[in-house]
């Protein structure tokens, strides 16, 4: 697992941006780029190119399926969305997410999937 990788973390909540970051940080990930809704989400990963986007599914402005349907691929994509939305969550899977997680989430579940999808 490359600890060098770029991780952008979408989520209008400032709570939840800092709850993964620091999770991340405690895995020995240390460059961010912090966005708050979709429209900034999709301008900071043309400028940046991160190697994984954390993104929220319900965002302001662009939505986070609608960001994943315009990057998919490009990027390993974990979806972060609320218990009881699966239909999305399948959603995300058949856009090309490469995994989620579900909030509210605990460390365990963020550096396992981090882990998961940069092996």
Known sequence: MDKNTKILIADDSSFMRKVLKGILEGEGFSDFIECENGKECLEAFRKETPGIVF?????????????????????????????????????????????????????????????????
């Open 55 to 119: 993104l929220d599914v319900v965002m302001p402005e662009v939505d986070g399926l609608e960001v994943l349907r315009r990057i998919g691929g490009q990027a390993k994509i974990i979806m972060v969305s609320a218990v009881g939305q699966e239909k999305i969550i399948n959603e995300a899977k058949e856009l090309g997410a490469s995994g989620y997680i579900t909030k509210p989430f605990n460390w365990k579940e963020v550096s396992e999937e981090a882990k998961k999808v940069l092996s």
